[in-house]
Structures are given as structure tokens and as C-alpha cells.
């Protein structure tokens, strides 16, 4: 007498079966990373004490402006990740899912190497 699982025919593995772990890994790693930028965002300040106007200091500036739009360009990655990975195939979730974190981690490494009053 034949299953009900024998009259099924075999069905291939859904390829959006934990659609949402690369995203969650990244958004945690995001999110730990998120408050060691801020952090240090506010020690950049005192890069410019020795300045009279931060147009004096370019170094500086620019290292915390590009710091800042990595930042930003991370958040927009994270919330983007979410909205688009239901529909991605595996790998390009995986890649996706690695930017946040790594434009977060470039954003810390800029926002670290912040020359001092020049």
C-alpha cells in the first residue's frame, strides 16, 4: 500500500530555505561593529583641536567624511539586504550579506587612522 510520501514526486530543496541567516549574521556583526564606530567618531573630534576651522585640517576631514559615508553606505546595505535577499539566490545572498559588515569595518579603519591637526 502505497505512502502518501510515495505518491509525492521528489521535490528539489527550496534554494529560499534560510533565506534569512546571511542577512542575520550580518545585521549581529553590523551591529557589534556599529558602536565601536560611533565610539571612535567621537574621539575624531579631537583631531581637530590644534585647527582654527576644520577647513584647515583636510587630513582630518577627510578621513572623518569618508568615514561617515562608509557608516552611512552600511546602514543602507543592512536594511537593503533584508529587502532584496528573499529573492536572491544563495551565493549572492552570501555576498550581499558580507558588505554591511565589511563597509563597517573600512568605516572603523578610516575613522582609527585619523591624523591628528592636519
Given at each position: 500500500m502505497p505512502t502518501s510520501t510515495d505518491s509525492q514526486p521528489h521535490q528539489p530543496p527550496d534554494s529560499r530555505a534560510g533565506w534569512y541567516a546571511a542577512p542575520l549574521i550580518s545585521t549581529a556583526l553590523t551591529i557589534v561593529l556599529a558602536p565601536v564606530v560611533l565610539f571612535w567618531f567621537a574621539l575624531s573630534?579631537?583631531?581637530?583641536?590644534?585647527?582654527?576651522?576644520p577647513a584647515s585640517c583636510p587630513g582630518a576631514t577627510m578621513h572623518v567624511q569618508t568615514a561617515a559615508v562608509a557608516s552611512a553606505a552600511s546602514l543602507i546595505a543592512l536594511f537593503g539586504q533584508w529587502a532584496i535577499a528573499y529573492w536572491l539566490p544563495r551565493s549572492a545572498r552570501k555576498f550581499i550579506a558580507a558588505v554591511p559588515p565589511t563597509?563597517?569595518?573600512?568605516?572603523?579603519a578610516v575613522i582609527m587612522s585619523t591624523p591628528a591637526g592636519q
Open positions: 573630534a579631537m583631531a581637530f583641536d590644534s585647527c582654527f576651522e563597509l563597517a569595518l573600512f568605516a572603523l
